[in-house]
């Protein structure tokens, strides 16, 4: 529970009404009702502000709505993010090492970590203030883990890679992987041992099921604020740069280097050993198959400006039609062709 | 071990031929012996009957095997599904809570529940008569699971998850991770709480290693007798009708509702906030970039009639040669205007 | 640590340079220093060796490297795999059932096999010399795993599958789950009970996160020396040949059969029941929608010879500019036939 009033100062707005509303949950326009506050970010939704029975509703400023309370600031679906998560409240108390966990001696562990049953640290690993393991995590020898780091149900972190303070792991994400690296000798492959690690800065989450490999030698880095989606492969060697997202599915072959602010759609993939610039982004689906500069809109495979891969995507479909009226005209020119000759 | 007639009974089918057979196993038409019963589905093999050696043989009506033994029903496939079911015999009897399951006090268990050793059940968790759980099952707190589900080794439910009878999940299925939901706040993002659950309705399937993801606010819900194959992604506040089935590492993005009794291929994929009607079959790596009416069989991106994408994909190869093409008539265009207007 | 003439009968090369140099470490040409040594396998990385500090380093025959010590042999890239291997040291020593492990009496363990806490082994499981189980690992009952194998964290290996000697399992693998097999019953499905089983050969990887579904009947087999990377889905009844590789998040559909030395790019795919021969390159997510014949380097959807593809794509995003310049020639060809018309 907080006031309007309180929320407003929270995310830096300003109230329209009553100050002193009691609000307990944040919940959608059309289903929003007595004590919740809602919010409108996309001004097609305001035509619903009549019908939303909400009691109070998070506004950019300029909109009209006489006789409800409204919290007006600039960005309102940054102002619900903060408000959700102010009344979601603060995170339950440690708990320490909960029976049925099996923590290594040599491991240090700073304080109000919590470890739940089924868990296993290795040898030697580091765990910062207020991290918590959920049941069934996996921790290898000589991992190092910041503070307030997150770790849900069957993340495995694999021998030597770090992850900094703040780092979200979904369930299941799998962190030092090894790489896909087999050298042919002869018909066979011989297994490359990849002795490198991951480095997971600040910030990283990383998506259910998601698979991150480590390095051959050296390190697969991703920097500080990038948030990557569910069943999303980053092979060996790969670098990924600050606040950069990744749907889905998306794919990053061995040794690529992804820019800073970047953006990419479901199933997106780059190949192996390119560089990705700054503020790229890649549609869903789209396939980098060389270099891409910074600053673009790209999809397809290869990589086109978005636009033009919408229109080239549209004419696919007449193709077969293009190529009739390409073998129509081919004998009409041929008509003519011969009529003119004998004249 | 069953006799010809029993099974005849069991599937609603008639038996011609010795009824007292005794039958052990069912097995591929191929590979079948001696105690065998095997089937026809499909007339295209028809043909390997003479050299099938299986001691029963489920066909449709109509079919000529003189001295055989058949048992005749009007869909031998489903007739083989069942019998298969009915040979495997009963569930081996529950275990209760095993040693080695860490199982909190506050939740609730109904009869012949089977919880295997390594499996972490959290507070006030409640679930259903028959239910098994296999080794390294994590459920989070409060959730609510039916009766004679099945939860394959590794699989994870989150907090306040629903699901209801018969629901199966296959190792590492992921149930309830966070919605891939972030704020832009200048430069970096802020993670917005997902706050809301999944729901899974009666015999639901999940497959090995996909995601469902939590909703934002509300919930993500996968109706009744619903099919997904592995390494599946479901986003935020996605819908799923009734009966409809993904093949392996379809993706469905946020929001998105999808109809009853569609059938997706493998890596098929709907953007976000789509409308996907009912009976929509969309073919492998489909992907859905607008609403989609129902009824419809479709292929490509953007989709298109199959049939349609059939031709055009094979028009595409021809692509290269089409530009020669055009150049070359455009030449001859030119010289054909040139000459005419010498004339 | 070994001496540089050590290293060169490792791998069956000759030393130029100093024969007692002792190498501590593999690392790569940019950042190796003193004790290190490292490759040149691709010759255009050869200008780098000028500024490279390393101590020796491994070259092909010909080389010329004054004043450096070399390894000289045929192929420096699987000359630098085996060193790193060698320096790696052997593995460490086994630690048998170690406390919180799940062991069931009735499994059977050969000498040196160390088992993890946190692992789950079912009834009548075998266990081969020197395999290694890390924690967290479920090895359901009646399962056959060979010798020196190595299952990560979260792998997971169902009932009556069966492992070979040296395969290595990355965290949180799926091997075993049911396929995908469902017989429509009016509008709902019945699930076709998958009895099959899993054979994975000697010496096959199966990356972290793939799923490799049992047979509804008989077995889904993958055979010696195939590696797969992260998150690939091989259905139910598939065969897949030796030493094939295919990079992550590609997918099998059913009872399709793979040749050997296979290389298969990143989220390619085969469709159902197709047989694709030896030897065949397919490219990133290339798609088989018909069966391939051996010895082809191929992509797209359908397949076409990849020269082909790489041409094709490029034409693609020139679809709109053709579409007007057909219609623009249609126009001048019609004015030419009337135009001759009245001459």
Chains 1, 2, 3 share one sequence.
């Not at 108390?93 to 304080?111: D, I, Q």
């Not at 290795?122 to 995590?137: D, H, M, N, R, S």
């Amino acid at each position: 529970m907080a006031t309007l009033q309180q929320l407003a100062e929270l995310v830096g707005g300003q109230v329209q009404g009553d100050p002193a509303l009691e609000i307990a949950r944040v919940y959608p326009i059309d289903q929003a009702g007595e004590s919740d506050i809602t919010f409108v970010a996309n001004p097609k939704y305001l035509s619903k502000l009549d019908q939303c029975r909400a009691s109070a509703i998070i506004v950019t400023p300029g909109v009209e709505a006489a006789g409800r309370n409204l919290l007006i600031c600039a960005n309102p679906y940054l102002a619900f993010a903060k408000i959700l998560t102010f009344l979601q409240g603060s995170r339950t108390p440690a708990k320490g090492v909960m029976a049925g966990a099996h923590v290594a001696e040599s491991a240090s562990l700073e304080e109000g970590v919590t470890i739940h049953p089924g868990c296993i640290v290795g040898e030697k690993v580091q765990i910062g203030a207020g991290t918590t393991l959920y049941p069934g995590v996996v921790i290898y020898d000589d991992v190092v883990i910041g503070s307030d780091c997150l770790l849900h149900a069957g993340a495995i972190v694999r021998e030597n890679c770090i992850l900094h303070d703040r780092v979200i792991l979904q369930p299941s994400a799998v962190i030092g992987s090894d790489g896909f690296g087999f050298a042919p000798d002869g018909s066979a492959y011989y297994k490359i041992p990849q002795v490198g690690i991951v480095v997971l800065e600040e910030d990283v989450e990383i998506g259910a099921g998601s698979c991150i490999d480590r390095a051959a030698l050296g390190e697969t880095r991703i920097r500080r604020g990038t948030k990557l989606d569910n069943l999303v492969q980053i092979a060996h060697n790969v670098e990924i740069g600050e606040d950069t997202v990744m749907a889905a599915q998306a794919g990053i072959a061995g040794s690529s280097k992804i820019g800073r602010h970047c953006t990419f759609g479901g199933q997106a993939a780059v190949a192996g050993h390119l560089t990705v610039g700054d503020n790229v982004m890649i549609g869903g689906r789209g396939g980098a198959t060389k270099n891409v500069a910074s600053n673009q809109l790209l999809s397809g495979v290869p990589l086109i400006p978005h636009k033009q891969w919408l229109k080239a995507s549209i004419s696919f479909a007449k193709l077969p039609e293009m190529r009739k009226e390409l073998q129509r005209m081919a004998k009409r020119l041929e008509e003519l062709e011969t009529q003119v000759k004998e004249d």
